[in-house]
């Protein structure tokens, strides 16, 4: 099995910065896209940015410019640098993983994790 444990949510004031992390760990082969979504109350869970294992990025337009997400490969890990915050950035913020196993290497799972709270006070 997988486990995705965020970090990093809390409290701050509009303008201001917060790094998400997310860590996965298991039996894993290999991750590729690692991504992070967010849902606010009773908004649908979307797509804030994704990055695959060689490096390559994708972002919400809402986003772009404002947040970073990154990863290191050897630590299973993904981040999401968020500054210049919002009030409307204020949501849950999961982040996912689309992982293989060394028993069937061609074969990828997804996996979330328990999500974390961003508050952003104007």
């Known amino acids: 099995q997988v486990q995705l444990v965020e970090s990093g949510g809390g409290l701050v004031q509009a303008g201001g910065s917060l790094r998400l992390s997310c860590a996965a760990s298991?039996?894993?082969?290999?991750?590729?896209?690692m991504g992070w979504y967010r849902q606010a109350p009773g908004k649908q869970r979307e797509l804030v940015a994704g990055?695959?294992?060689?490096?390559?990025?994708n972002y919400a337009d809402s986003v772009k410019g404002r947040f970073t997400i990154s990863r290191d490969n050897a630590k299973n890990t993904a981040y999401l640098q968020m500054n210049m915050l919002k009030p409307e950035d204020t949501a849950v913020y999961y982040c996912?993983?689309?992982?293989?196993?060394?028993?069937?290497?061609?074969?990828?799972?997804?996996?979330w994790g328990q999500g974390t709270q961003v508050t952003v006070s104007s």
């Open positions: 996912n993983a689309d992982v293989s196993f060394p028993r069937n290497s061609d074969i990828q799972y997804r996996y």
């Open positions: 298991g039996s894993i082969f290999s991750i590729n896209v």
């Open positions: 990055i695959r294992s060689g490096g390559r990025t």
